[in-house]
């Protein structure tokens, strides 16, 4: 059973910094891509970032590209997501995903994506 646990999100004034984490079990985390996304209030879920499985490809949304990045740990079986230069839009309750086939291409589609964590809250105050 594939379980994905985020961590990190708060609230954090524009400018600010956080860095996501999540854990992933249940599966060869190694073969899988990973992906986030995010929703706010009202909002669709969007996607923010998504790294191949051998983290030699991703993919950045227009919106973030240039401040967050992100990365993984095959051997932690850990993906991050590092955002920098946060602004109030960026609020959401952000979602770790894992594809559900082992294509190595970074995926932002969500029905790529058959696992999903909790989501975690990040809140951006001007």
Do not use: H
Request: aromatic share 12%; net charge positive; with cysteine.
């Amino acid at each position: 059973q594939v379980q994905l646990v985020e961590s990190g999100g708060g609230l954090v004034q524009a400018g600010g910094s956080l860095r996501l984490s999540c854990a992933a079990s249940g599966r060869t985390f190694s073969s899988y891509g990973m992906a986030w996304f995010r929703q706010s209030p009202g909002k669709e879920r969007e996607p923010v970032a998504a790294i191949s499985w051998s983290g030699g490809n991703t993919y950045y949304a227009d919106s973030v590209k240039c401040r967050f990045t992100i990365s993984r740990d095959n051997a932690k079986n850990t993906v991050y997501l590092q955002m920098n230069s946060l602004r109030p839009e960026d609020t959401a309750v952000y979602y770790c995903a894992q594809r559900r086939n082992g294509l190595n291409d970074p995926s932002s589609y969500q029905y790529e994506y058959g696992y999903w964590g909790q989501g975690t809250q990040v809140t951006v105050s001007s």
